[in-house]
């Protein structure tokens, strides 16, 4: 093809050449490129590729950036998520730690209470023992001539049991309503009350020079418990 076009320039040249001296003026040069044609037909082609391939290059151009913005969210949700094992992990930590402390502050509490329990019962029992025999003098006086104490019981908290025995629901009533009076004793209650059989209790009693035996019926059993109030020196 490029011989064909030099042949053309060539005759057109010569042409013009023998048409310039015949009419004595100025050559005039044309040059005609054949090939100009299939130039433009390839790029007239290769723009219409180019106009075809635009929406493929958006898409894939869309796809790029959507691919990208899928990443960074992952990425930030890894990392929210490693921040959040982290905040966990931290307050599980501080759970531990504070329930530690609460059971240890709890423990020395309880301690604590216990000395002090220990310490009031070793002043009144060492530095006031006569509070015993005031005690025991106390229950004597509130108790009715028909009631029988079986048993005095004080613990180490300071709380007294006192067990007894008598004919009726009555009597126990006056006992307790004369120990809730005492002011040696608070929140008096009776723990419990139960009817018995006859129960034959034996008392001796002197009358005059002479001691006479006789023989009680009860049947009526109780329990009264109270707290002992400490008082001061």
Known sequence: MSGINLEKETEDSIDQDDKSKKLGKQPITLNINLLGYEVREEIAKNSGSLKLSKPIIIGLSLVGVAILLNIISYLL???LKDEQVLIKTGLERRKVELEAKNKELTDKVAQRDISLQKKNILLWATGNNFKWSALLEEVR???P????VNKIDVNDALLINITGETFDHKTVALFLANLQDSPK???VV???TKKLPKLKIRQLEELGNNTVERTITSNTKFTIHAEVVVTPN
């Open 77 to 79: 949700l890894v990392s």
């Open 141 to 143: 006086d509130r108790t």
């Open 190 to 192: 009776l723990d419990s």
């Open 185 to 187: 004793f608070r929140n």
């Open 145 to 148: 001539s028909n009631v029988w």
